[in-house]
């Protein structure tokens, strides 16, 4: 397998690639789960029926973008021996929906999918994977269709089960989202293409994942409401925090209580991707983690997050990229069978959603999309500090007059925080080096206002530096 460099990556699939998906370099292996040592039972997966081609599908899908590699070295070839294992794991415990794109794992992961699945028959999986045509050479009529065509040749099947239009809506902030689409699958005549491709029975599922611009995702609800197209299925991010507060967290979002009712009322059933909104859902504030185990002490932070996602009738698969066995052991142990969340569990989601709000932590998933930044900040690092002191309980407040006791504590935050910064990043990448280029926010999949985050924190850095207590 010929291994490609970034810039080789970038050059292929185009910068907008990073912009349009979370998940387009998330082959490193983030923890998504809290790791289980319980075996789940081969015979109790939960599926769910597609009502289009009665497709009896795991509710647990293995998204195949955070693949395992032979070291950490970023430029180690991935693992395809454990590959095969974890795919062979999956398909003995039920699991048989499997998403790639030709966009995973710096282009790598269509091949390395369709090596560990062609060694099982063809009847015991559904493949999915996307026209990921972000480039203007992938954009071209010709340039689409040899994308579609060696999706085939490297997952080595004859046909797409469920084949996706990919990150529709998550164009970069000054790009237009519909003029975008229509580059990407209406001036080139792809759409219709791939629609001619489901006639001869190469795509048996044709449907698109959403990103970002709400309007781009009623437009196209509204083609399928006409007949012009028809959407066999939607891939949506859908979690416990962002089905309510998406759009308050980030007024780009769109909650996914919207999302999933608009699905839900034409019947088309819904996959879903970010259960674990980028692994945030697994590691949330330890006081909060602490008021989830109270409530149900034998299962994950995370279990609560996939029991969640998986819960809506409307639901097809739930995906999680499981870069380590021990991940995809206890999400399988989640599903097999799913306990559905009841009313009152439901409530309790609501409010933890809430209290995550209220944390103000900076929604960074982590994806370095934002890097390398020209001047050298690390970006995520800095957000990773950032949000690990509110977890942590040392984030200083310097705003409120304290009693001699908050003093006390004042001293102790501040001090981990600025101890801390100083460990995670260091100086010369901080954030008073940002010089406010904005070259970063275009490329984040979370449309945070990277410049307006850096220019606040390294603000909130001065004063607890200019405070004459000694650390």
């Known amino acids: 397998m010929k291994q ?145 065509e060696n999706s085939l040749k490297e997952l080595q099947v004859d046909y797409i089960d469920y084949l996706l239009l990919h990150a529709i809506g998550g164009e970069q902030r000054d790009m237009d989202s519909e003029e975008t689409f229509n580059a990407r699958f209406m001036d080139n005549g792809i759409l219709d293409w791939l629609v001619e491709q489901k006639k001869k029975g190469r795509i048996r599922n044709l449907g698109f994942s959403y990103h970002g611009d709400i309007e781009i995702f009623d437009m196209l609800l509204q083609w399928h409401d006409e007949g012009k197209y028809h959407w066999d299925f939607v891939q949506i991010e859908l979690n416990y925090l962002d089905w309510e507060w998406a759009n308050e967290i980030n007024d780009s979002n769109t909650d996914a209580s919207y999302l999933y009712a608009e699905l839900e009322k034409r019947g088309i059933p819904a996959v879903i991707m970010e259960p674990l909104l980028g692994g945030r859902l697994a590691n949330v504030p330890d006081p909060i983690v602490a008021k989830m185990k109270k409530k149900r002490p034998e299962n994950s932070v995370a279990s609560w997050a996939f029991r969640y996602a998986g819960t809506p009738k409307g639901v097809l698969t739930v995906l999680s990229g499981m870069t380590y066995m021990e991940h995809l052991r206890e999400n399988i142990g989640t599903y097999a069978p799913l306990e559905p969340i009841t009313k009152e569990e439901n409530d309790f989601l609501m409010e933890i959603a809430e209290d995550i ?48 006791d908050e003093q006390k504590e004042y001293r102790r935050q501040r001090r981990a925080f600025l101890i801390g910064y100083d460990r995670s990043v260091p100086r010369l990448r901080q954030a008073s080096h940002c010089i406010q280029c904005g070259q970063c926010s275009p490329h984040c999949p979370q449309r945070i206002d990277i410049p307006r985050e850096m220019r606040r924190i390294d603000e909130y850095v001065e004063v607890l530096k200019r405070d004459t207590d000694v650390l």
């Not at 109790?44 to 647990?60: A, I």
């Not at 960074?364 to 977890?391: D, L, R, S, T, W």
Request: aromatic letters at 10%; one cysteine or more.
């Open 357 to 404: 709000y209220n944390l103000k932590t900076i929604p960074c998933n982590e994806c370095n999309y934002c890097m390398p930044c020209p001047y050298g900040i690390n970006i995520p690092a800095i957000f990773v500090h950032y949000n690990k002191c509110i977890k942590e309980g040392n984030l200083p407040n310097v705003e409120d007059e304290k009693t001699t």
């Open 4 to 148: 490609i460099s970034r810039r080789q990556f970038l050059k292929i699939f185009g910068g907008g690639a990073a912009a349009s998906s979370t998940l387009l370099a998330a082959c490193k292996g983030k923890e998504e789960t809290s790791p289980s040592t319980v075996e789940p039972p081969k015979d109790k997966m939960t599926f769910r029926v597609n009502p289009n081609t009665q497709d009896k599908v795991s509710l647990l899908g293995y998204g195949m973008m955070r693949l395992p590699k032979e070291s950490d070295e970023d430029d180690a070839p991935y693992d395809q021996e454990m590959i095969n294992r974890q795919v062979d794991y999956a398909i003995e415990h039920g699991v048989n929906y499997f998403d790639t794109s030709p966009a995973y794992c710096m282009g790598q992961s269509e091949h390395c999918t369709g090596i560990a699945l062609h060694r099982h028959p063809r009847d015991k999986y559904f493949i999915a994977t996307k026209l990921s045509n972000f480039s203007p050479e992938t954009q071209t009529r010709q340039g689409s269709i040899e994308m579609f």
